[in-house]
């Protein structure tokens, strides 16, 4: 077959080159025959050529790959490996579908889109981490992952070299590499080491980056970055090397480009306060930053880059102080590039104006002195062997040191940064592994080419030596594996260039040695090039030049001008201006010009001995200096010793054009980047060899087409294949028979395609020659049958027609006759209206003109009498008013008199009994209470005259004396007295302060008093608003009853999504909080571990790493109760009216807990009166009271009832609020049918009432507590009037005491007026609520006449079966209706009844105690073994359902039932039997009534359970096992909590089993979220369980044999980090995941777990396996072909079957499968039309848009018949308007989880029934 076979024969095609597109396409229109001189070739566009063939200049073309190779994502998988087809294959990838990378070997080829892509995000790292290179789609992060993988395999030291030219997105790769490794290699501490690696990405972009005329952000420095990792490969640290800063540019920069970034992000922000005195303006004011004449970037803002560079410094840990110290450094730079230097007259000299504004700013940023500045600028100094010359230096030369000058700080500034970050990066941990990324400068060439680009172009040379070298090796290492003969491949070595450049006497050596002569110019250097090199074939002279040279490098030839090599190889700083800086004031300064060995000791974590990149100079004598060209030699020889002591890979970035236009490529920019980066090389050399590779099942499912029949007689594939390959090629070298592969050399593969894309055909035409003879026939067939048919119709219509005529003839008659009846009627019937109309008008007008007449006779009647009345009424009034006036002056006179005698009896106490009859009694009793005080006064008075007589005596006495002591003493005892009355005088005006402070604050405290009385109005006010508003949402809801039953549904749904949001962010909180709680435990196993490391030791028991759980309150009334009942008794309520009276309830209890503080507050204000009280009557003992305090009790009382009255109208609000609360239940009640809802909705009212109950009795308190403080003022009052009663007696008054009776009496009078008032007002307002509720009930009742009204006029329309059973419907319902306001009262009676038994039994339980401790006491010594008898007889009762355990058999408890029990050992038993055994024991604790063992037992278990799952953390069947015995154990907490709402489907028995004393609500909660962390650790280890299965199983198995199709791979499963000993990656079928599933679901079932819960976990699972066969989908061009589509249907109906078969279809997981069904049949329907993409836009709804364009992107035919899909009707998909909202990620999450929900199951076993198996070893429980 090969003999006849000839590549270029008609109809091939091939490739032309082409001056502007590189190469072109073309096709032979004739056959070549080998000697021809022409091949005759026609163009795409179909225009003729004659291309012509020589043995010598011009070989034949080179051959195109088939279209079924075309965007393959590796160049190694095509058949024909050249230059052209490399180009298309990158062009049409980066074009068409827009994919940037593509393998090429080991190489990733990287194409800079100038476009944001959305392929960075953290669902991409999730999806590339783990899988091996070429499995997925080409990507930076299958490279890192490739590195980090080998890197923990092999225990290797990993590199990747990112290269390319500026512009081409080095900078970028390498970011997003290292943001890999700090996501997937996170610190295992909180130190947060990748943040800082990858904050220092911004600092060094700022100092090291700039504008160029190819790129906005270029580096303008090599750095190799070391990510240090740990022995568990976590990042710990990471070092960085920098190579060759571009210091020319800080001085000078070409046309449209720009200089670092720092200056214009430091200069964009000088206007910011910290920035006034570095002396900044516009970046166009300063030489430095000017040259380039545009210093903005299109799309950046500097300032706000700026924020990011010192956001970056403070992560790093670089102080605010050095921060600015930098800034200093930078700022001083831009002022030395605008000092003016000024030539003196003899052109050899020239000074510095010391009045330099940039001098001073430069002087004084740097801190050095500013004359010796000003000198050293201008001068230099000469050192010979005898003398020491200054020199003076011209304009020229200053200006050139001052240059040098600035670049020397901002290196030296560069390097301390460097440091630094270095510094901030080191760790002190070992490092175990280090993965470093070079991102270095590509080859450059230029228009000129200097020094910059010669060592740039040099290091290219390094690194393409050792990139060749490494992929020769690799090639080597794959055949040797495969034991196939080789021979030795020839790749071009650049060994002699490298020799050029870097031997003894090469090029570095001479620039070297023409530095060190004093008077070397570089025009002697390039003299002795020429001389030394003109041997060397990499070195030519130009011809027309004597200052350059040319080079021939690997990629291309580059002519350097010699000009400025010497100068910037010797990097000549003058000494004396480095010394200056030396000595400056500022230590940042001092230190950066200080000198540095020249090695440095490699730090301690690293396991390379690597010196420092750029080692200093150790004296600052100049002619010790190293040169930069002899610096940047070491560094890079170091960098290649690190380098090849690592596993390197590498990242290839080509710029497609120098527009840096999106996604345009330029075909001649791209062929000079692949020959200059080394991947036309890997190419050739994988051509020099057997390129294409084939496994051998892959080769026999591919071209098994081509065997015979008789070929399939063995079993053994690799013989078939052997037979096959031998048949079909000839030549044996075409191909190799390796261990696991067969080689082809270079277009074998497309020869083997052609054959079976022929034996394809063949077999077409004859399935179509069958085909279509069928169809043909079928045709005939249905002609043949049409005909008949239509022959039966015909006559049958002609006889159906003749027929018609007939009938038509018939009617025709008919209707004459009846038209001409019908005519002759109209006229009589005309006739005779005519005639009646006329005598109708004629009687008519003689009516209505006698009428006339009467109706005048009528009017004028009217008219008289209306005169005549008005006469009389004029004569009347004026009567009346004159009577009126007589009255009115009489009745003044009298009034006056009774007002005058009002005024005298109104001072009398008679006159106060007529008005206020109704307090006789309170006045009787008070003038009984005057009469006794009188009576005590009148004893009290006549003491006082006995002690008045006494004292008198006494007084007379002391008068005595007193003339005595005056005669005696002197004047010494007239000064104490003097003295003591000084005292008193302070003290009474201490008093009088006192009394003054109290007064304020009683003030003080009738103000906060007013200010609560405004709180009650405007909270009356809010509660009259909130019962508007709720009459106008009855209204509503009565009216948009039966319209809106559709938005009812999508409120409901839309409440239900937030609930499920709510569940989801609390679940997404515990998992945090059991994170949380797992981090806090292993560090504390650290500390342990690092305190004691010589033993182990236990912990105490009581001390858990769980203790916290512990911090539960024991027992305690819930407010709200836990969530899973809420969540319960929402779904029963219905969510529109759970919402709405849920949210008041809420609002009820805190307005409770708000009354309660209150409450308190008012106790308080209680106690503080009365002690302020007793302070008052101390106090005032001694002086009157006061009216105005009189008045301020007053007020003080009167506002107190004010706020009573205000508390009653608020209480009158809430009772209307109930009212309306009722209205719409019994609404609510008359639309719903369901009695669930309704008994749920009348639970919930109940508890609303029980909270209103509780409002009124807080209230009620509330007004106790006021009225105590009433009483409390007047009890003050009182005691202070009895003192003022009291002194003027004793201070001999002469008022009269019946007149203070009398006033006190009034004020007493006066005070109880005021409190009857109140009372007649609220007496009034009740008569009013009662007078409002009338009226609202006969407005009810005129309602419900209303309605039987309409009713009884509607059924008097019916017929009388119809009224009997329309009046039968109404009584049934009217019945109904009582039915259930009767059950409703009847449960409400129940429930009071539960509650007053359950407190009676409390009550009586404690008596019993109280009595029981009583005897024990008693007969404790006496009779003893009463005791006994008494639990001899417990046991002897029937079983209750509980389980008696001692307090010190707790632990042994629960190590027995939790943490030593295993689920095989109650596998026989009863599902979730530990959690029954365990609430029988909480059963008797709440029996005994002891909260401690609850506490401690649930505690206990709690932590138990928490320890047992942390141990077995990947045991599935432990995990499960936990989970449903966490559940039952809250089921049961539920069941049996006496709560009416989990008692609905408990027996009689099981009421009675409820607790009786203490409400667990809280230990729910606790259980509650439990149970959600057990559930999400069953997540986790069930996803880790079949994870690795899922793509295997779902994308790569053939569950439909012979469907598959198989192609060229290339790289595909040749990952070097994979286990190749183990015979390849793991295979998984998709039975076996099914199989995988049903262990899952087997486990579960088994252990009782609920069914819902079962559901959700499957439906988490599916999601899953859906999320990640997606995200695959998406990242593989190898698996999106209509094969994978059929398959993958296939596999997800499988899928669907399962869960039919377990009964889980109703599960929601079926739905979770919809976006991967979509996309399997998005790969198998039509890709054509504008009808397709309509389909495909309706039918993947579940498929975001970007997502739809990926699928079709990556569509691959597998055979050439199948069509790829265009690029037109992509953009169609791009393009249609989407109504639906995308989400902005590409993949989909696969760690979303599913809000997982606990519904109420209770159980139908009763406790009693339970039996306990002997081989649990519970023998110390007694039942009880």
């Known amino acids: 077959m090969t003999s006849e076979y000839y590549p270029y024969s008609k109809f091939t095609r091939v490739w032309i080159s082409d001056p502007e597109d590189v190469w072109k396409a073309a096709e032979i229109v004739k056959d070549y025959k080998e000697g021809e001189p022409v091949l005759h070739l026609k163009l795409e566009d179909e225009t003729p050529l004659e291309y012509p063939v020589g043995p010598k200049s011009n070989p034949l073309p080179f051959l195109r790959n088939p279209d079924i190779l075309v965007g393959e994502n590796d160049l190694t998988a095509l058949s024909y490996l050249h230059e052209p087809a490399v180009l298309h294959n990158l062009k049409v990838r980066f074009l068409e579908p827009n994919h940037i990378y593509t393998y090429c070997g080991i190489v990733l080829v990287a194409i800079n889109p100038y476009d944001q892509l959305d392929i960075y995000g953290e669902e991409v790292i999730r999806a590339y981490s783990g899988q091996n290179m070429g499995d997925m789609d080409p990507h930076i992060f299958a490279v890192a992952e490739e590195a980090y993988k080998q890197m923990a395999r092999d225990e290797r030291n990993q590199s990747i070299i990112v290269s390319g030219e500026s512009g081409a997105g080095k900078t970028v790769s390498a970011k997003y590499a290292m943001r890999f490794f700090a996501t997937v290699g996170g610190s295992a501490n909180d130190t947060n080491v990748e943040e800082k690696v990858l904050a220092s990405s911004p600092i060094m972009e700022a100092i090291g980056n700039a504008k160029t005329t190819r790129n906005d952000n270029s580096s303008r420095f090599g750095k190799y970055i070391q990510i240090g990792f740990s022995r568990h490969y976590n990042i710990i640290g990471a070092n960085m090397r920098t190579y060759l800063l571009e210091k020319s540019r800080v001085v000078f920069q070409a046309e449209e480009e720009r200089n670092y ?68 450094v930078v700022a001083s730079i831009l002022h030395l590039g605008n000092i003016e230097i000024c ?184 003299q002795k090039l020429y001389k030394q090199n003109s041997s060397s074939a990499h070195f030519q002279k130009p011809r027309m030049s004597n200052t350059s040279f040319i080079i021939i490098h690997f990629a291309d030839k580059v002519e350097y001008q010699c000009e400025g090599f010497l100068e910037k190889n010797r990097d000549t700083v003058y000494e004396e201006q480095i010394n200056i800086l030396k000595a400056s004031q500022f230590q940042l300064v001092a230190d950066l010009f200080h000198e540095k060995s020249d090695t440095a000791p490699p730090p301690k974590s690293s396991r390379v001995n690597v010196r420092s990149a750029k080692p200093t100079p150790k004296t600052p004598n100049k002619e010790h200096r190293k040169t930069v060209g002899h610096q940047f030699r070491s560094s890079l020889q170091l960098l290649m010793e690190t380098l090849n002591a690592t596993t390197p890979h590498y990242v290839r970035c080509i710029k497609p054009n120098d527009n840096k236009e999106a996604f345009s490529f330029d075909s001649r920019r791209a062929v000079q980047q692949l020959r200059a980066c080394g991947v036309l090389e890997t190419i050739r050399i994988s051509a020099a060899g057997y390129p294409s590779r084939w496994t051998y099942p892959d080769f026999f499912n591919r071209y098994r087409v081509l065997l015979k029949k008789s070929d399939m007689t063995t079993a053994d594939k690799k013989l078939v294949c052997r037979n096959l390959l031998e048949t079909l090629i000839k030549e044996a070298d075409m191909f190799q028979f390796g261990k696991t592969k067969i080689f082809f050399r270079a277009g074998q593969v497309a020869y083997l395609e052609k054959l079976r894309a022929d034996r394809f055909r063949s077999a077409c035409i004859q399935i179509q020659k069958t085909v279509r003879g069928w169809l043909a026939r079928v045709r005939y067939r249905k002609i043949r049958k049409s005909a008949v048919t239509l022959q039966r119709y015909g006559r049958g219509f002609l006889a159906r027609r003749l027929a018609e005529f007939l009938r038509q003839s018939r009617a025709a008659l008919v209707c004459q006759k009846q038209y001409r009846m019908v005519r002759d009627r109209r006229v009589y019937l005309r006739v005779r209206r005519a005639v009646v109309t006329i005598q109708a008008f004629t009687r008519g007008m003689f009516t209505r003109r006698i009428y006339r007449e009467f109706l005048l006779h009528h009017k004028a009647m009217i008219i008289q009498r209306s005169v005549r009345g008005w006469l009389q009424r004029r004569k009347f009034r004026r009567a009346r008013d004159a009577a009126i006036t007589i009255q009115c002056g009489f009745r003044r006179v009298r009034a006056k008199r009774q007002l005058k005698q009002l005024k005298i009896e109104a001072r009398s106490a008679e006159h106060l009994k007529k008005l206020n009859s109704g307090m006789e009694n309170k006045i009787v009793q008070l003038q009984r209470k005057m009469d006794d005080q009188s009576q005590e006064f009148r004893a009290q008075r006549d003491q006082l005259v006995v002690v008045n007589t006494s004292l008198g005596t006494e007084v007379k006495l002391l008068h005595k004396q007193l003339e005595q002591v005056r005669q005696q003493g002197g004047a010494n005892q007239i000064a104490s007295l003097q003295e003591e009355l000084a005292k008193l005088q302070e003290d009474l005006q201490g008093a009088a302060a006192d009394r003054k402070r109290l007064e304020e604050e009683h003030g003080a405290e009738k103000t906060g008093l007013q200010l609560r009385v405004e709180e009650l109005e405007r909270e009356n006010s809010l509660l009259k608003s909130e019962k508007e508003e709720m009459n106008q949402k009855i209204l509503q809801l009565a009216n948009t009853t039966q319209v809106d039953g559709g938005d009812a549904s999508q409120r409901e749904a839309s409440l239900q999504t937030e609930l499920d949001g709510e569940r989801q962010r609390y679940q997404n909180l515990l998992k945090e909080f059991s994170r949380l709680e797992q981090r806090y435990e292993n560090l504390k196993e650290e500390m342990s571990l690092s305190k004691f490391q010589q033993g182990h030791r236990r912990n105490p028991s009581n001390q858990s790493s769980l203790e916290s759980d512990s911090n539960y309150t024991s027992i305690s009334m819930s407010e709200v109760g836990d969530t899973e009942d809420a969540i319960q008794q929402l779904e029963d309520l219905g969510m529109e009216k759970a919402a709405m009276d849920i949210s008041l309830f809420m609002k009820l209890q805190k307005r409770v807990r708000e009354l309660e503080t209150e409450r308190k507050r008012l106790q308080a204000n209680v106690d503080k009166m009365e002690e302020l009280a007793k302070r008052t009557d101390t106090l005032q003992s001694s002086e009157p009271r006061s009216p105005t305090s009189e008045q301020e009790n007053a ?21 209307d609020l109930n009212d309306l609360r009722r209205s719409i239940a019994e609404r609510a009640s008359r639309s719903d049918s369901s009695n669930e809802l309704q008994d749920s909705y009348n639970l919930l009212m109940s508890q609303l009432k029980s909270a209103n109950e509780e409002l009124d009795a807080r209230k009620e308190e509330v007004l106790i507590l006021r009225t105590q403080i009433v009483s409390a003022a007047q009890l003050r009052e009182n005691n202070q009037r009895i003192e003022e009663n009291k002194v003027p007696e004793l201070n001999n008054s002469n008022e009269p005491l019946d007149k203070d009776e009398a006033l006190k009496a009034y004020h007493g009078l006066c005070e109880s007026k005021k409190l009857l008032e109140a009372q007649l007002q609220t007496q009034l307002r009740q008569h009013k609520d009662e007078l409002d509720a009338l009226h609202t009930q006969i407005e009810l009742q005129r309602d419900d006449i209303e309605k039987k009204t309409e009713l009884l006029n509607f059924t008097a329309g019916l017929s009388p079966e119809a009224q009997v059973e329309f009046s039968i419907g109404q009584e049934i319902t009217r019945l109904t209706n009582d039915n259930l306001d009767l059950k409703e009262m009847v449960e409400k009676l129940e429930k009071n009844e539960r509650k007053l038994k359950k407190q009676l039994r409390i009550y009586m339980k404690k008596v019993q105690e109280f009595e029981a401790s009583q005897a024990a006491v008693e007969s404790s010594r006496s009779r003893p073994e009463l005791t006994r008898q008494v639990t001899v007889q417990r046991k002897e009762k029937d079983f209750e359902g509980m389980l008696e355990y001692h307090k010190e058999d707790e632990a042994l408890l629960i190590k027995t039932l939790v943490t030593d029990i295993r689920p095989s050992t109650v596998s026989a038993t009863v599902p979730c039997l530990p959690a029954y055994i365990l609430f029988m024991c909480i059963r008797h604790a709440d029996y005994i009534n002891d909260d401690s063992k609850v506490e401690a037992l649930l505690t206990a278990t709690i932590n138990a359970v928490k320890k047992v799952l942390k141990k077995n953390n990947e045991d599935f069947e432990m995990t499960s096992f936990w989970l449903a015995n966490t559940s039952r154990l809250l089921h049961c907490l539920k069941q049996y909590s006496g709560d009416e709402a989990f008692m609905t489907q408990n027996t009689s028995k099981q009421n009675e089993h409820c607790l009786k004393n203490f409400d667990l609500a809280e230990y729910r909660q606790v259980l509650s979220d439990l149970s959600i962390q057990i559930y999400q650790q069953l997540i986790k280890v069930a996803e880790a369980t079949i994870q690795p299965m899922i793509v295997s199983a779902m994308l790569e198995s053939e569950s439909i044999p012979s469907l598959a199709g198989v192609k060229p791979m290339g790289y595909r499963h040749r990952s070097s980090s994979m286990d190749t000993d183990a015979g390849g990656p793991a295979s998984y079928t998709l039975q076996a995941l099914i199989r995988q599933l049903g262990q899952f679901h087997a486990v579960m079932q088994e252990h009782g777990l609920d069914p819902e819960i079962t559901g959700q976990v499957v439906r988490q699972l599916f999601h899953c396996i859906n999320a990640v066969t997606l995200n695959n989908l998406l990242l593989r061009k190898d698996v999106c072909s209509w094969s994978t589509g059929m398959q993958l249907r296939y596999n997800t109906s499988q899928m669907e079957e399962w869960l039919r ?89 696969t760690k979303h989880t599913f809000p997982v929900l606990f519904p109420y199951t209770p159980s139908a076993l009763s406790l009693e029934t339970l039996h306990i198996p002997p081989s649990l070893c519970l023998d110390f429980l007694n039942r009880v």
Request: a negative charge.
């Open 1195 to 1215: 007020d003080l009382a009167y506002n107190n009832l004010k706020r009573q009255e205000l508390e009653s109208e608020n209480k009158k609000l809430k009772n």
């Open 343 to 526: 030539s003196e007259r003899d052109g050899e000299s020239c000074r510095v104006s010391r009045d330099d504004v940039h001098l001073q700013h430069f002087c004084r940023l740097l801190g050095v002195e500013l004359p010796q500045m000003e000198h050293w600028l201008c001068h230099r100094k000469l050192v010979t062997a005898s003398e020491t010359y200054v020199k003076n230096m011209s304009s020229q030369q200053a200006a050139n040191a001052r240059d040098a000058l600035a670049k020397h700080i901002y290196a030296r500034m560069f390097d301390w940064i460097v440091e630094h970050i270095n510094n901030m990066l080191h760790t002190s941990s070992k490092q175990h592994s280090f993965i470093g990324v070079l991102d270095i400068y590509g080859f450059e060439t230029f228009e000129v080419n200097s020094f910059e680009q010669f060592c740039i172009n040099y290091a290219n040379e390094k690194l393409q030596q050792q990139f060749n070298s490494h992929v020769f090796k690799l090639e080597q290492a794959e055949y040797i594996k495969e034991q196939i003969p080789w021979t030795l491949i020839d790749f071009y070595d650049n060994q002699p260039c490298i020799d050029l450049i870097e031997a003894r006497l090469g090029i570095l050596d001479l620039l070297d040695e023409e530095c060190k002569v004093p008077k070397g110019t570089d025009q002697n250097w390039a």
């Open 261 to 328: 970034h720092i200056f214009y992000q430091l200069c964009a922000s000088a206007s910011l306060p910290e920035f006034k005195d570095l002396g900044l303006t516009s970046a166009e004011d300063f030489t430095f930053t000017s040259l380039g004449q545009n210093i903005f970037i299109e799309g950046v803002d500097d300032a706000e880059d700026f924020e990011k560079t010192r956001e970056a410094f403070t992560l790093l840990g670089i102080k605010d102080v050095s921060q600015s110290s930098i800034f200093k």
């Open 1701 to 1789: 078969a377990n009964n889980l279809y109703q599960s929601k997981a079926a739905a979770t499968l919809e976006p991967v069904i979509q996309a399997a049949q998005l790969l198998q329907v039509k890709k054509k039309t504008t009808q397709d993409a309509e389909a495909i836009c309706s039918l993947c709804t579940a498929l975001s848009t970007q997502q739809i364009v990926k699928i079709l992107n990556l569509y691959t035919p597998l055979n050439e018949f199948e069509e790829r899909v265009t690029v037109s009707f992509i953009r169609n998909i791009q393009n249609r308007p989407q109504q639906r909202s995308d989400p902005q990620q590409l993949l989909m999450d």
